[in-house]
């Protein structure tokens, strides 16, 4: 019996686990709760200075790959996955909405260029139908992936923005809500 309630609850604490897993917009708010702390933190700091530096789009792609572990957990994946595609590509828009053009920015130093480059990744164009083709499950991850990319491309190109001033707040623009209040974690 013993046996069974510990097998029991180790189940029930998977479920709660897959429960805890942040949303898109949640996971996304807090990126950018955190990189407006960066900012705020090393505002008199040269870009060169900040440990670990201050761009981190790798964690906007983080919050998609979440997005996907929701979905294939949920009564329809397929449906669930593509409508978080079409959350991140709204996303997206709404980002590159408020990205000015580069030739706006001043200077020449790295980070301007940085924004170049970045600005002309987000507006890039795709190769083609990656994901056409493929068995409805596959695509529908295939997909949001991508779509993951597109928004990680954009909000990288929103940072540098961001970071030059010439960008506004995500809360400010719509596209992101507060960060979600950092509860502390139960110990074992």
């Known amino acids: 019996m013993k046996r069974l309630l510990s097998i029991l609850a180790i189940l029930g604490a998977a479920e709660a686990r897959a429960e805890y897993i942040p949303d898109l917009q ?8 955190r990189y407006e702390w960066l900012l705020d933190i090393h505002a008199d700091t040269p870009v060169d200075e900040i440990p670990g530096g201050i761009w981190h789009p790798g964690n906007v792609h983080y919050c998609g790959t ?3 572990v929701r979905c294939d957990r949920s009564d329809d994946p397929v449906a669930c996955q593509i409508d978080l595609a079409e959350r991140q590509d709204r996303i997206t828009a709404a980002v590159k909405r408020d990205l000015p053009p580069p030739a706006e920015l001043e200077g020449n130093d790295w ?19 990656d994901c056409a083709g493929q068995p409805d499950l596959f695509e529908a991850w295939c997909e949001a992936n991508a779509a993951s990319h597109r928004l990680r491309l954009s909000v990288m190109a929103w ?15 719509g596209w992101a809500g507060p960060p979600p209040v950092l509860r502390p974690r139960v110990r074992p």
Not at 111 to 129: D, F, K, N, W
Not at 161 to 169: I, Q, S, T
């Open 26 to 33: 949640t996971c996304l708010n807090a990126h950018v709760g």
């Open 111 to 129: 980070p301007v260029r940085l924004y170049e480059a970045a600005h002309a990744l987000a507006h890039g164009t795709s190769a083609g139908p």
């Open 66 to 68: 979440l997005g996907i």
């Open 159 to 173: 940072e540098v923005a961001r970071y030059l001033g010439a960008a506004p707040k995500a809360t400010e623009a």
